[in-house]
């Protein structure tokens, strides 16, 4: 059984930064990639960043590009994603996922960290 689960979040000033990690337990497999997504209230979950498993390739929407950094751990089973340059409109829940090989889409998650930005 797979399970992931996220921590790091809190309440934050705009402009700060926080860190955030992502514990993988019972992965028998090795993922194609994990991934950060958010959701914000009464908004649809949206895509942060992506980090292929096998080589470390990473990718994000323009909304983060520059100030969101994901890495791994592979040892560890370890995700984890440097928000840097903070603004109230980050402010959501967190969520790790990963995206298996055998289905390439994201099918496992955990249950979230709340970010808040003020003001």
């Known amino acids: 059984q797979v399970q992931l689960v996220e921590s790091g979040g809190g309440l934050v000033q705009s402009g700060g930064s926080l860190r955030l990690s992502c514990a993988a337990s019972?992965?028998?497999?090795?993922?194609?990639?994990m991934g950060w997504f958010r959701q914000a209230p009464g908004k649809q979950r949206e895509f942060v960043a992506q980090?292929?498993?096998?080589?470390?390739?990473?990718s994000y929407p323009d909304s983060v590009k520059g100030r969101f950094t994901i890495s791994r751990d592979d040892v560890k089973n370890m995700v984890y994603l440097q928000l840097n340059g903070l603004k109230p409109e980050d402010t959501a829940v967190y969520y790790c996922?990963?995206?298996?090989?055998?289905?390439?889409?994201?099918?496992?998650w955990g249950q979230g960290t709340q970010v808040t930005v003020s003001n």
């Open positions: 996922a990963v995206r298996s090989r055998a289905t390439h889409v994201y099918d496992y």
């Open positions: 980090i292929t498993w096998a080589d470390g390739y990473t």
């Open positions: 019972g992965l028998t497999f090795s993922p194609y990639a």
